[in-house]
C-alpha cells in the first residue's frame, strides 16, 4: 500500500484557503469496528497494518480567506484542535472524518458549519511554544461563553530528523474529508505542500476531547504515534474545493 506524499490538483475551483503551522499529531490504533458507526454513509474505516487510527491534532491556524477575497478581518491567527480519524470512499477517495474540531474564533467555526457541517466548537485555547518543547491548552466554551466543557492539554518535545514513512503518510498525507452535510455524504478536497514532519515525545497529556469524540479512555493509553512539524517552521497554505455529494 502507497500513500502519495504530493496533493493531487484540484478538481474545482477553490473555496476557502488558510495557512497551517505549529502541528502535532498525536494517534493511536484502534478496532476498525470502534470507528465504522461513527462514518459518514457509504464510508468505510481506512486501515494501516490491520488498525484503524484516531488522531488529536492541535495546530496553528492564520490567514483565513473566502477566495477570491482577502484574509477576513479581525480574524487573525487562532489555534485549533481536532480529533479525527480516517475513511475511505467507493471511489477510492481517502479522507478525514472529524470527529470534533475546536476553534477560537466564532467566524470561521459558524463558516465551516455552514458550508461543510464540519462539527466545530468554540473554544478557549492557548499555546507556549519554547523551541523544542510545544504545549496546547483547550477548553470549549458553552453558549454563554463560558470556558467549562471539554478541554485537553497536550505537550510534545520535538526532534530535528526529519520523519517520512507509510505511516507517517497515511496519518498526515489527506487531500480532503469526509462528511455528513444536511443529510449526504460530501468529499471535500484540499491541497498543500507535503508536510514537513519530525518525531516528538508526549511530554504530557490531559485530555477530555478523544472520549467525548466518542473513545471513551483512548487518550489514557500510550499514544502509537506521535508526529510535529519541526520548531520555528513558517507552516504552508492550504485551499479547499466545495464540496461534492458521493
Known sequence: M?????????????????????????????E??????????GVEPDVFDGSAWVGLVPFVLSEFRFLPLPP?????TFREINV?????????????????LEAEHVAPVLAARAIFGLPYRWARIG???TGPLIEYRSRRRRA????????????VERDTEPVDTALSRFLTARWGFHETHLGQTIWAANEHAPWPLVDARLRALDDDLVS?????GLAARTPDSVLATPA???????????????
Not at 470512499?89 to 470527529?99: E, I, T
Not at 467525548?212 to 471513551?216: N, R
Open 32 to 41: 476498525p469496528d470502534a470507528v465504522a458507526p461513527l462514518l459518514p454513509r
Open 127 to 129: 499555546m507556549r511554544d
Open 144 to 155: 454563554d461563553g463560558r470556558a467549562t466543557g471539554p478541554g485537553t492539554r497536550i505537550a
Open 72 to 76: 477576513v478581518p479581525f480574524v487573525g
Open 2 to 30: 502507497t500513500f502519495e506524499r504530493d496533493a493531487p490538483p484540484l478538481a474545482r475551483r477553490a473555496a476557502i484557503a488558510q495557512r497551517w503551522s505549529d502541528a502535532v499529531f498525536v494517534h493511536w490504533r484502534v
Open 232 to 246: 520555528q517552521h513558517p507552516g504552508f497554505h492550504t485551499r479547499f474545493s466545495r464540496a461534492v455529494r458521493i
Open 212 to 216: 467525548d469524540a466518542g473513545f471513551p
Open 84 to 100: 479525527r480519524t480516517y475513511g475511505v470512499d467507493a471511489a477510492g477517495r481517502r479522507g478525514v472524518v472529524f470527529r470534533t
